[in-house]
């Protein structure tokens, strides 16, 4: 009865959407929806990735943390995990770089929390200029 109870917990389960494998629930965040570890490696490795230049990664980063500060206030965003599920090769590294050139360059307020990965956008200067007609 009991084990009968079990199976059908792990049939309710999602699986990977390539393999049938039932999804561990220990995934990581960063890890594909709909895919298993192996498959996920397996996609990964099939995609080209894209490499960005330094002065790019800062506007990637920017448009991250913003979305990110929009979306969830608060909460921190693991930069360089979004970058990978965009196929973007980049090191924690450059992304530390990019969000010092935005803290050093611009002002931003850039919050981490040590010993924990991800960035949080607190506070940033921008400007909104409407175009004029004619
Ligand atoms: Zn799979």
Redesign the pocket.
Known sequence: MEIAARRKGVSERP???????V?SAYRRPDEPDD??????L?QASEREWKLLDPERLVYAVAGLLLSAAAERPGESVHLQAVLERRYYLTDNVDVHGAVQKLRRRYRWKVEAEAGRPGYRLSDWSYEFRRARKG
């Open positions: 699986r990977c959407s390539r393999c049938g494998a999804l895919l298993c570890a192996a498959c996920g397996r």
